[in-house]
């Protein structure tokens, strides 16, 4: 197999992401680093860490 690349330039217009995964990443071009990040978009009040509801009656 013969596997050949060719580097050459790239211009890019504009970028629309409407929606992303949980796990998302987009890369434009070469990339020698990737930082990775986190945020939530959901107020830390609405976040419910506590007693967990059983899905079903134990038995």
């Known amino acids: ?3 050949e ?3 050459r330039d790239l211009c890019i ?5 409407t ?6 990443l987009v890369m434009v ?3 020698e ?3 990775l990040a986190s945020a ?3 107020p830390p009040e609405s976040l419910i860490i506590g007693p967990f509801v059983p899905l079903k009656p134990g038995g």
């Open 19 to 24: 929606a992303v995964a949980s796990s998302s």
């Open 29 to 31: 071009g070469d990339t």
């Open 33 to 35: 680093t990737i930082q």
């Open 40 to 42: 939530f978009d959901t």
């Open 5 to 7: 690349v060719y580097n």
């Open 13 to 17: 217009g504009t970028i629309k992401i």
């Open 1 to 3: 197999m013969i596997f």
